[in-house]
């Protein structure tokens, strides 16, 4: 069974820091391109940050570029999203994602349609 389950969430005071990981089982991450998406009370999931297969390309929303920093261990099947001085717009759900799809169109990595495999998500608060 393909699974990704999402740790590392909860409750931070602004200018705080969080690593959430994201542990991947039944598939062999090397063969996808992950990403993080988040979704905040009342509003559409949106797109975080996403990386190539083998970690070398990064890719960041303007909103968090600079303070949030994606990356993955092929070998331990993982993931994390490090993110540092955060602020309360960062709260929200935080879910990963990969997706197999070897196709590049334009702005391919902040697209929910590619992705094939989401995780259940984990809450991060981040109070002011």
């Known amino acids: 069974q393909v699974q990704l389950v999402e740790s590392g969430g909860g409750l931070v005071q602004a200018g705080g820091s969080l690593r959430l990981s994201c542990a991947a089982s039944?598939?062999?991450?090397?063969?996808?391109?992950m990403g993080w998406f988040r979704q905040a009370p009342g509003k559409e999931r949106e797109f975080v940050a996403a990386?190539?297969?083998?970690?070398?390309?990064?890719y960041y929303a303007d909103s968090v570029a600079g303070r949030f920093t994606i990356s993955r261990d092929n070998a331990k099947n993982t993931v994390s999203l490090q993110m540092n001085s955060l602020k309360p717009e960062d709260t929200a759900v935080y879910y990963c994602?990969?997706?197999?799809?070897?196709?590049?169109?334009?702005?391919?990595?902040?697209?929910?349609?590619?992705?094939?495999?989401w995780g259940q998500g984990t809450q991060v608060t981040v109070s002011s």
């Open positions: 990386l190539s297969r083998y970690g070398a390309t990064t």
């Open positions: 994602a990969a997706d197999s799809s070897y196709r590049i169109p334009p702005d391919w990595y902040s697209s929910q349609d590619r992705i094939d495999v």
């Open positions: 039944g598939l062999t991450l090397s063969d996808y391109r």
